[in-house]
């Protein structure tokens, strides 16, 4: 049974947090709060770096209410991650010539 649940959204420059309990099967909205972080962080940063000021962020929340949830979920800026395409096209991935008898395979078929 669902009791209590927290999110954590980490933006480059504050913490948010918002805390759902469950009493009485019903839900309620316990914390919504945020903090700015005390300097900007990016991937590109030291990882202790990273820890120390997400720590700060998150003591300081938690100083105004506890968070009373064993379960916790969080989300990461997109510039965390390294997202790229690429994009080629078909008849530079396969010859031509090979490309013939899957054609052929896929688009023929006997009318009987």
Same mark, same amino acid.
């Given at each position: ?8 959204? +980490?933006?480059?420059?504050?913490? &948010? +947090?918002?805390?759902?309990?469950? =009493? ?9 709060? &945020?903090?700015?972080?005390?300097? +900007? ?13 997400? &720590? ?35 008849? =530079?991935?396969?010859?031509?010539? +090979?490309?013939?008898?899957?054609? %052929? ?6 009318? %009987?």
């Amino acid at each position: 049974m669902f009791k209590n649940h927290t999110g954590i959204n +980490l933006s480059e420059s504050k913490l &948010q +947090l918002v805390e759902i309990g469950c =009493r009485e099967n019903s839900f309620y909205l316990e914390t919504v709060d &945020q903090v700015s972080h005390s300097e +900007l962080i990016s991937p590109s940063q030291n990882e202790n770096k990273i820890i120390s000021i997400l &720590q700060e962020s998150f003591d300081k929340i938690i100083k105004k209410k506890p968070i009373a949830s064993n379960s916790i979920s969080f989300s990461l800026p997109n510039n965390f991650f390294k997202i790229f395409d690429q994009f080629v096209e078909r008849s =530079r991935i396969l010859n031509k010539k +090979l490309d013939m008898p899957f054609r %052929e395979s896929v688009f023929s078929f006997d009318i %009987e």
